[in-house]
C-alpha cells in the first residue's frame, strides 16, 4: 500500500488527469490511460488497480444472490412478485453500468450496486402499500431529488461541514461495521434465536465455532492477515480465490447440507453461461404511488429513503477516500460533486430498472485495501459485473465463508484512523465515540451517523460553542431527529 503522503490529491484539483509533462520512475512517459486515471500520481499500478477491481468485485458479488432474495420473496398490495431471473439481470446492469460511470467520471475506486437495507424498504415497507412499478417509481422520485441536492450544491456543502475528527470517526465506525458484516455472513457470530434476556449474538450456531463452512472462514481470516502482514501483492484477492476453491472442494467431498453455506453454495455450476432477462426494465411508474397511498406518507416514505441514502453514501464516500489517501489536508473528497451525482444518478437507475435504489458500497474498501486508488478499479469491477450478466452461474459460486475475510481485513485497516482522534477533547470525542460504536451496534451507517450528529451539535451548544458549528450541521441534525423519531411522528400525523 503507498504511503498516504504520496498519494494524497486536492479536491481542488481542475481534472483527474496530472500535469502532462509528468513521467513514471525510471524515465518512461505514461500512456494517456495512466494519465486520465492519474494511476501513477497516486501511487498506484495497473497491477494494483486490477486487483483492487477484482476484490471488490467477489466482495460485494454477493449481492447478485440476495437482492433478487430479498425482492423477489416479497409481493406488492395486488399479490404480485418479482422475477427472480429478471431481477438478477437488473441488480448486475445497474452495477456494471453505474460503477463504469464511476470510474470514468468520478475517478474514485467506489463501486455501486443495489443498497442494502434500501432493498428491504422497497420490499416491505413500499410494496405492500402499492404496486412494484409505484414503489420503483418513489425510488427513481428520490434519486432525482439526491441530484438536485447534489447539483445545487448543498449534498456536497453538507459533507464538507463535517469536522475532520468526525470523518475519522465514520470511517473507523465503518470498519468496525464491515468486519463485523463479515462475522455475521461467514456465520462466525449468529443471533440467538427464540431467546429474550440474553446477549443478542454468540459464537457460531450454538455458542461455539463448528462446521466445515466456519473453518473456511476461519483459514481465510489467518490467511488473509499472514498474507498482508508478509506485504504480498494481490493479499486479498489471493485469499478470496484460493478459499472458494477450497470451499468448493469440501463441498464436493464432505457430507455438507447446502444450507450450511447460507445463500451461496460453491459448487461447480452446471451450466457457465446464462442469457440475461432485461424484462423489468423501465417497469416503473413515475407518480403511481400518489393514488394507492396518500401524500404525508408518501413524503415520509420518501424522506425515509432519501437520509439513508444520503448519509450512507455520504459515509462510504468518506471512508473510501480516506482509506485511499485521497482526502486533501482539509479532509475533502476530491472531485466530491460529480461522485455525487454519479451516485444519485445510480438510485434513479436501479429504480428504473426495478433493481431497488442503487448506492455507493463500503465494499469498495477491499478493493482500496489491495491498492487501488483511482477509477480505473471501478472499471474492472464494473466490467466484472457486466460479464455477471452472461456468467451468473460461475460468478455466484464464491461462498461468503471464502468473501468475509476480505472484509476483516478491511475492517482493520480503518480501524487504524481511530488515531486521529483527540480522545482527551470530550466535546469531540464523545461523539465520534457514538458515530463508531452505533454504527455496527445497530447495523446502519446511518444511524451511526444520526448519533455523532446529534451529539455533536448538542454538546457544542452546551459548551458555548452553538455559533461554531455550521448551519448545515444544525439542519441535517434536525433531520435526524425526525430519522429517529419517525414512529412517534407518524403517529402524531395520525399515519398509524
Known sequence: ??????????ASDPAPEPPPAAAQPGGEKRNAVDRYFSVSARGSSFGREIRGGFATFFTMAYILVLNPIILGSAEDKFGNHLSGPQLVTATALVAAVMTIVMGLAGNLPLALAAGLGLNAVVAFQLAPLMSWPDAM????????????????????????AIPPALKHAISVGIGLFVAFIGFVDAGFATRIPGETG??????????QLSGW???????????????????VKGAILISIVAMTVVAVLINEFADIAPTAWGLTVPAVPGDLVAAPDFGLLGSFSLFGAFEQVGAVTIVLLVFTLLLSDFFDTMGTVVGVSSEAGLLDEDGKVPHLGRVLLIDGAAAVAGGAASASSSTSYVESTAGVGEGARTGFASLVTGGLFALALFLTPLVTVVPAQAAAPALIAVGFLLMAQVRHIDWERYEIAVPAFL????MPFTYSITN???AGFLAYVVIQAVVGKAAKVHWLLWGASAMFVVYFAIDPVEQLLGVK
Open 1 to 10: 500500500m503507498p504511503d498516504r503522503a504520496e498519494s494524497t490529491v486536492h
Open 137 to 160: 417509481g418513489l425510488i427513481v422520485l428520490e434519486g432525482l431529488l439526491i441530484c438536485v441536492l447534489v447539483v445545487t450544491g448543498l449534498r456536497e456543502a453538507v459533507m464538507e
Open 198 to 207: 440474553s446477549v443478542p449474538v454468540q459464537l457460531g450456531l450454538t455458542g
Open 213 to 231: 463452512p466456519v473453518l473456511v472462514f476461519c483459514l481465510g481470516v489467518l490467511l488473509t492477515v499472514a498474507l498482508l502482514a508478509r506485504g
Open 435 to 438: 458515530t463508531i460504536a452505533v
Open 448 to 450: 451511526g451517523i444520526g
